[in-house]
């Protein structure tokens, strides 16, 4: 099947700085990506999703300017959490869906543990 | 709006018994439905989909899941369960040909 590679698996990051959070589709080209949040203990929530080559779409209640994506080519989509705080702390999941499939499955990162102290 | 319901937080199950995790969705239109199972500290891995047809899924791992749109229900099953089961599952909703509404999820836990 198809791969999505995220990247770092974990980082560990100092309360002000800004972290990136790279999203690869390895063998496939993905005109959308989509990031997801989740808590411990709980579900995943939509955070954004990324077209090529255009503006991210934020769901309610996600701050566009804390959260920075870039979707730059088909293959590759970032998250930049920016002046990060201790309550950003939490696993961050992305997922791409191949733009040749004939379905809307959707193939996940493994996903990124952020830890701000 | 679009939701998931997994009313189960923890199941625990005994090796070699059979396991049913249920689902309920709230959705207008005719859903996407899907199965994933996540192991701790890991990303998603599908285990199967409902588009259309045969109501009757198989899914990979011995898993398979029926919709029944009378009770807008879409549960898991496998009739006997291995310890690698063990996991966090998660029932979604595809919305459209765009994003995924999670179901808060049911933590699979298998005793000897």
């Known amino acids: 099947g198809a791969v999505v590679s995220q990247h770092p698996s974990w980082v560990i990051c100092k309360s002000g700085t800004s972290v990136k959070i790279e999203c690869r589709s390895l063998?496939?080209?993905?005109?959308?990506m989509f990031w997801y949040r989740q808590f411990p203990k709980q579900s995943l929530m939509l955070m954004a999703t990324?077209?090529?080559?255009?503006?991210?779409?934020?769901e309610q209640g996600v701050e566009k300017d804390k959260f920075l994506i870039n979707h730059a080519s088909l293959t590759l989509s970032t998250l930049t959490v920016t002046s990060a705080h201790p309550e950003d702390s939490s696993f961050y999941i992305c997922?791409?869906?191949?733009?040749?499939?004939?379905?809307?499955?959707?193939?996940f990162g493994q996903g990124t543990r952020l830890t701000v102290v | 709006a679009q939701s998931v319901t997994q009313p189960d937080i923890h199941i625990t199950v005994s090796e070699g018994a059979s396991l049913e995790l249920r689902c309920n969705y709230s959705?207008?239109?005719?859903?996407?439905l899907f199965w994933y199972v996540q192991s701790p500290g890991q990303g998603l891995q599908l285990l199967l989909k409902?588009?259309?047809?045969?109501?009757l899924v198989q899914g990979i791992k011995g898993f398979e899941a029926e919709f029944k749109r009378s009770q807008s229900s879409f549960n898991l099953r496998k009739p006997s369960v291995h310890w690698s089961d063990a996991a966090e599952y998660f029932c979604?909703?595809?919305?459209?040909?765009?994003?995924?509404?999670f179901g808060t999820g049911t933590r699979l836990l298998v005793s000897p």
């Open positions: 409902y588009f259309s047809g045969d109501t």
């Open positions: 997922s791409a869906r191949d733009r040749t499939g004939s379905d809307t499955e959707a193939f």
């Open positions: 959705y207008g239109a005719t859903p996407y």
């Open positions: 979604a909703v595809g919305v459209g040909f765009q994003k995924l509404v």
């Open positions: 990324s077209n090529e080559g255009s503006k991210a779409t934020y």
């Open positions: 063998d496939f080209q993905a005109t959308t």
